[in-house]
């Protein structure tokens, strides 16, 4: 039941009917991560594509300096490890588990399979892996031009639009985000990230509780807009 149900989330398989889901479902397999547990390194062949069924999973790219940037925290629903698997490169960056993360994945062979089984998944393949492309070209032009406080202010409503709910007036992030993983994501030191984080705080334009951020979004769009 999991496998189908996350399925569904897909932005790329949902497309397929129930009865399709329940025919490649037997094709996926599961596994569970505790927190910080690695899925897969950086350079590890390629043999497998993973979406997340429960928790999330952050994409960390190792640099030569040894620092670690965080590229990119996939929630449920979400695909990664897909592009290293279609061109059969080692994967890029490594996947760890925030928290506790559940996960499905298929093999190499079995993709290629469906792809031919299904050929309306190819097209949704290249939109799916165009939009994640486009993102990135996104993220990277904001922190070559973009001052930091802006940065994290984008940072901060991008997440909660992909992972937030409502709550109190306010939007939250809702697993727990450190002070360290946002400065790997805008390319900041921690030192300067607590700072901005504290000014944000100070200014009513986002709230910490029980280790989550919650986020005026009004407040954060009408910062970037100055």
Known sequence: MMIIETLKKSGL???L???ELKDIS????????KQNETIFHEGDPSDRIYLVAEGNVKIVKH?????????EIMPAGDIFGGVAVLDKKPYPASAQAME?????YMNRVDLIKVMEEYPVLKLEIVKYFSDKLRDAHEML??????RVERRIASLLLKLSEKVGI????????????????????????VETCIRTMSKFQKQ?????SESRIMIDVTALRKFLEE
Do not use: C
């Open 13 to 15: 398989f949902r497309i």
């Open 17 to 19: 009917s129930d009865e």
């Open 26 to 33: 037997v094709l996926f397999e599961q596994a569970s991560f």
């Open 63 to 71: 640099t030569v300096m040894g620092k670690d940037i965080i590229l």
């Open 100 to 104: 506790n993360a559940h996960v499905i």
């Open 141 to 146: 032009k904001n922190i070559a031009t973009e």
């Open 166 to 189: 409502d709550a109190s007036g306010l939007r939250k992030i809702d697993f727990s985000l450190t002070r360290q993983e946002i400065s790997e994501m805008v390319g900041t030191t």
């Open 204 to 208: 009513g334009m986002i709230r910490s």
